[in-house]
Every structure is written in C-alpha cells, then in structure tokens.
C-alpha cells in the first residue's frame, strides 16, 4: 500500500506562485512514478506532470523531488484562472510513466488532493 498526501494548495491571484507537495509513504518497491493530475469543475481528471523525465504539460509548471524520494514537489508559476482546480498526486509502476501512459486510470495510488484557486 502507499500513501500520498498532498499540500500547499491555496487561494492566489493571477500572475501569482503556489509550490504543492506530495508526501510518499508505505510500501513504494513498485510505484517509481508519481504524478500529479488535476480536475476542475464539470470536468475529468488532467495530466500535469510526472516524475519519469520530470516532464510537465504547463512550461509554467516545474516538477521536482527530494533526493529520498519521499517528496515530490509541483512548483507552479504565473498562475491562470484556468488553472484553477483539485490537484491530486498519484503513484504507479515506472513502466506506467516511461510508455507514457498519463492516463489516471493506470495510477493505481491517490492522494486525498489540494484545492488551487486562482482569482483575477
């Protein structure tokens, strides 16, 4: 089992910086990809960025870890209103990430989420 849990969302306004966590726990020997997603209202779930290749679908939007790999972080710069959503990590087995599979049906781990609102 492993256990994710997400932090540092907010309210902000346009233009502005929010850095979200995700703590890594439990039993992770099958789960070396974590991803963060998001949804907003009346729609599904987006993928943001994960951590094979550090790859990110916003230039605005860095993703990073702490050398332990406990942590990973989500640093999101010059915010939008249309960023606006539940931001929500997720773990799944490295051959998820590396075939590029960013789809959230195949994280099999979910964190609880963090709100990010962004206003004008």
């Known amino acids: 089992q492993v256990h994710l849990v997400e932090s540092g969302g907010g309210s902000v306004q346009a233009g502005g910086s929010l850095r979200l966590s995700c703590a890594v726990s439990?039993?992770?020997?099958?789960?070396?990809?974590v991803a963060w997603f998001r949804q907003a209202p009346g729609k599904g779930r987006e993928w943001v960025a994960d951590?094979?290749?550090?790859?990110t679908a916003q230039g605005r939007f860095t993703i990073s870890q702490d050398n332990t790999r406990e942590t990973v972080y989500l640093e999101m710069n010059s915010l939008k209103i249309e960023d606006t959503a539940m931001y929500s990590c997720?773990?799944?087995?490295?051959?998820?990430?590396?075939?590029?599979?960013?789809?959230?049906?195949?994280?099999?781990?979910w964190g609880q989420g963090t709100q990010v609102t962004v206003s004008s």
């Open positions: 997720a773990a799944a087995r490295w051959g998820i990430c590396s075939r590029g599979l960013r789809y959230a049906a195949y994280f099999m781990y």
């Open positions: 439990g039993n992770t020997d099958n789960t070396n990809c």
């Open positions: 951590t094979y290749g550090l790859n």
